[in-house]
């Protein structure tokens, strides 16, 4: 490989490139016809690929097909236009340079100084399901090509990839001539715009060969299959917003958007002030712990652990206003200042309520209009709609110092009761069974170590991100008071000892549920046997972290 030195000397400086000649070939035409009438009057010449070029001609612009240009017909069913020296020459020429504006005059190549360029609908084609015969198909080679080659020789062209950037290049074009700085901003969008792509293509054919590879994966006697990864991991994100700080004042913050997400990161705001950094973190907690459960459910979470969840019992005339009303019940006093996450439309009936709460996100599918219309009054609440096709990724990435740690999304799907193993005690009643699960299921959402009191299908008292399991017991206990007698207790992993489990007993819960597995798994089920409580192990763990 070969690297050429520059030499600085042989440079002339070159700050406002007048353009005359433009190369425009794009996917998505939001805007273009705006953009040929203007370069039409300004006297630029016009030079297109296919369908870009009829648009243009069909408008009653002219235009020079790149055909003309290259002298050789688009081919391969247009998988080779613009691959041709006549372009690439004409975009990659150093016109500082004495010696390649001599070049091009001898090849007979004109350069060109704009060149308009997005590339085919990878991403969209692999959201609509298309076979892979199609998505190959929107695997764009020369248009990179060209974006890549602009970008390279900016001092010289402008590349332009986004229909956001048209009308700021109009009115360069109008004044005389882009500027070396627009061109330089114009060429990080660009390489910015190519990277993302070339991410988004290696994500799908990464995904094709680890399934492939994950399922050829030989598997030992009593061991599970274990999923392989891609060898490189590739993130592509878009800056969506520049917030205000972030965990605190005196820290920088900003949003960024995968191409595919479909998360509170692309939620709708319907009403209320800018959304903050810690606002994201915990509108994701409140929905992580909400969209858990196929009923009716709300969350309430302070400082990314719940102080309520909690869903709807069956008879509810409102079930989403009673799910709200139970999650806020269980603890009121931390609910102050919370963020409000519900898996249904938000009623009016829940509106009253919230209203007359400080609130500082609530989330959800929907919105009914008189709830917009109570929850507005509020000017500073905020309100959050998901896209209509959200779904919890199905795996999550957490950035380390050095790298990241990458993991399956700890998920109830396929959640089953009926593996549990009873330890001790009588088999629970339906309501106890009822309970179980529901305290089970919420106690993921519970930052380690997690200990959730419950009662008829509502969080009672919540012990999170302690560092002991007997601390938890207590906090939870307390939290709870009078309430955690007659509870259920669900704990994200073993009791290691029997204390902790002691002082859910003392308190009056009525059943636990726990993964089991600790050396002290006699001594725990022994103390839940002499207080008569039913106790069942999971056989799993949901640790969060």
Request: aromatic letters at 6%; a negative charge; charged letters at 20%.
């Amino acid at each position: 490989m070969s690297v050429h030195a520059a030499d600085p000397s042989l440079y002339r400086d070159r700050d406002l490139v007048p353009v005359r000649r433009a190369l425009i070939s794009v996917s998505d035409k939001s805007g273009l016809l705006e953009l040929a009438g203007a370069l039409a009057d300004a006297g630029v010449e016009i030079v297109s690929t296919g369908s870009t070029a009829q648009t243009i001609r069909d408008a009653g612009y002219t235009v020079t097909d790149v055909s003309s240009v290259t002298g050789f017909p688009e081919s391969l069913d247009g998988r080779v236009k613009t691959l041709h020296p006549s372009v690439h020459a004409g975009l990659l020429a150093d016109l500082r340079l004495e010696s390649h504006e001599q070049q091009l005059a001898e090849l007979g190549i004109e350069p060109f100084q704009l060149v308009v360029v997005n590339l085919y609908p990878f991403v969209e084609t692999v959201a609509s399901g298309a076979d892979t015969a199609t998505v190959v198909e929107n695997v764009d080679i020369g248009g990179p090509a060209m974006v890549r080659a602009s970008a390279k020789n900016h001092p010289n062209v402008a590349i332009v990839v986004s229909p956001s950037s048209y009308a700021e290049v109009v009115e360069a074009v109008r004044a005389g001539g882009t500027t070396l700085e627009l061109r330089k901003r114009l060429a990080a969008q660009a390489f910015a715009h190519t990277a993302a792509y070339d991410t988004a293509v290696a994500g799908y054919f990464a995904s094709d060969v680890v399934a492939q590879a994950t399922e050829g994966r030989p598997v030992a006697d009593g061991q599970e299959a274990r999923p392989a990864f891609a060898e490189q991991l590739s993130v592509a994100a878009g800056l969506a917003n520049t917030l205000r700080y972030g965990e605190n004042a005196h820290q920088s913050a900003a949003l960024y958007t995968t191409p595919d997400g479909t998360g509170i990161a692309q939620a709708a705001q319907l009403h209320g002030k800018e959304m903050s950094y810690n606002n994201y973190v915990d509108a994701d907690a409140a929905v992580r712990a909400a969209y858990d459960f196929d009923e009716p459910a709300v969350a309430v979470i302070k400082h990314a652990n719940p102080c309520g969840i909690a869903i709807a019992p069956a008879d509810a005339l409102d079930p989403i206003a009673a799910a709200h009303a139970a999650a806020h019940a269980c603890d009121p006093l931390s609910a102050f200042g919370g963020v409000i996450a519900a898996n249904r439309p938000v009623t009016k009936q829940m509106a009253e309520t919230v209203k007359d709460i400080f609130t500082e996100v609530v989330v959800a599918p929907a919105f009914d209009p008189e709830a917009i219309e109570i929850l507005s009054l509020k000017k500073n609440i905020r309100l959050l709609t998901l896209p209509t096709d959200f779904a919890l990724a199905p795996r999550e990435i957490k950035q380390i110092s050095g790298g990241f740690l990458v993991q399956d999304a700890d998920r109830f799907t396929g959640f089953d009761q009926s593996t549990w193993t009873l330890v001790a005690g009588e088999p629970a009643d339906e309501q106890t069974l009822a309970d179980l699960a529901f305290a089970w299921k919420a106690s993921r959402a519970v930052k380690s170590n997690a200990i959730l009191l419950a009662n008829h299908g509502a969080s009672v008292g919540v012990g999170m991100g302690q560092v002991n399991r007997v601390d938890s017991c207590h906090l939870a206990v307390n939290r709870a008071g009078e309430r955690a007698t007659g509870s259920v207790a669900a704990s994200d992993a073993f009791f290691p000892f029997a204390d902790g489990l002691q002082v859910l007993l003392d308190a009056g819960v009525r059943a636990v549920a726990q993964p089991g597995g600790s050396v002290r798994d006699d001594e725990v089920i022994a103390a839940a046997k002499a207080a008569g409580v039913t106790m069942y192990f999971t056989g799993e763990r949901h640790f969060f972290h």
